[in-house]
């Protein structure tokens, strides 16, 4: 799976911003991002319909580049859109 990474700052996020992560997350299948000092994973789920969307409280990753498990703060599935699984945990 192709990963792309976007690095925010603690602004708000704007509609080009948005947009430009729901272009990755359809081209990709997956995107990551940092906002207001949390990390985003979101990706496409392969068993269910919809999106996974996990919440990171800090960036550290495993030797797979994976986001570390201990520092999961929320998470879930999202059954809606692109759009929607952007917003999800915002």
């Given at each position: 799976?192709?990963?792309?990474?976007?690095?925010?700052?603690?602004?708000?996020?704007?509609?080009?911003?948005?947009?430009?992560?729901?272009?990755?997350?359809?081209?990709?299948?997956?995107?990551?991002?940092?906002?207001?000092?949390?990390?985003?994973?979101?990706?496409?789920?392969?068993?269910?319909?919809g999106?996974?969307?996990?919440?990171?409280s800090n960036?550290?990753?495993?030797?797979?580049?994976?986001?570390?498990?201990?520092?999961?703060?929320?998470?879930?599935?999202?059954?809606?859109?692109?759009?929607?699984?952007?917003?999800?945990?915002?």
């Open positions: 799976m192709n990963v792309s990474v976007v690095n925010m700052n603690v602004a708000d996020m704007n509609e080009r911003r948005i947009n430009s992560f729901i272009k990755i997350l359809e081209d990709d299948k997956a995107v990551h991002f940092s906002y207001n000092e949390y990390y985003f994973e979101i990706f496409e789920s392969v068993t269910d319909y999106y996974v969307v996990n919440v990171y960036d550290e990753k495993d030797e797979n580049n994976d986001y570390l498990v201990r520092h999961l703060i929320d998470g879930g599935t999202c059954t809606g859109s692109a759009l929607d699984a952007i917003l999800f945990m915002l």
